[in-house]
């Protein structure tokens, strides 16, 4: 992770501004490769689906969600709304950021959904355990989708960054969409920050330092940002 990010994170972001961070910072999707044995399921159950659904959530997808903790026995460990900040949390589905279970358990899920995941170990917290949670301990979780948003390096990302449809982001397209994501959250502009922040970028993204960031350059998977 670049350690600009990593400041910028504690100084600037929050919310949704870490999606915008993320795009340079963090793994991208990994790919599922053949031959592996196959993984033990989760357990699903459709607690509230909403009656309209515009969208459903996919691998890239950046969720925010409440949820809650159970142990077998029934013993509440954690609750979003209860315990820390009490505050939803927002996570990018399918890049490790959560266990296994919720990148899992929570594909195709509308805004207002509300799922129950009966996750085994191997899909949770495994032979280690975590805090409150034994070792090889089957977990329930509770969880609400509250919304659903374009990952990072998503398509319609790229298409909302790339103002003049040539799909190339130059340097002032990514400076107005970082303008904005600040905006949208409540933090006031900063120029310097800005452009701090699309020297970073293009500095990890412009591969053939052409001076602009190619369709092909904002979605390949690179093993490290």
Known sequence: MCVSCCSLRKVACGGMLL????????????????????????QIEVLHRPFLCHRKSKYGDILLVHHEGYLE?????????IHGDKQAVW???????????????LQDMCSGE?????????????????GKI?????????IEVLEIRNGPRSHESFQEMDLNDDWRLSKQEVKEYLKKEFER???????????????????KEDENKDGFISSREFTYKHDEL
Do not use: Q
Not at 97 to 105: A, F, M, P, S, Y
Not at 135 to 142: A, D, I, Q, R
């Open 19 to 42: 999606a915008v961070l993320s795009w340079f910072c963090s793994t991208l999707l990994l790919s599922v490769s053949g031959g592996k044995l196959p993984e033990a399921e989760v």
């Open 134 to 142: 034994p070792p090889e301990s089957t977990v329930t979780f509770v």
């Open 185 to 203: 959250h409540g933090y006031p502009p900063n120029d310097t920050l800005h452009e701090n922040m699309v020297e970073d970028i293009f500095a």
């Open 114 to 130: 509300k799922r129950k995941l009966v996750i085994p170990p191997a899909l949770a917290y495994g032979k280690d355990g975590k």
């Open 73 to 81: 026995n029934g013993t509440m460990f954690h609750s979003s709304r």
């Open 91 to 105: 996570f990018t589905l399918g890049i490790k950021e959560v266990i296994k279970g919720w990148d899992k358990g």
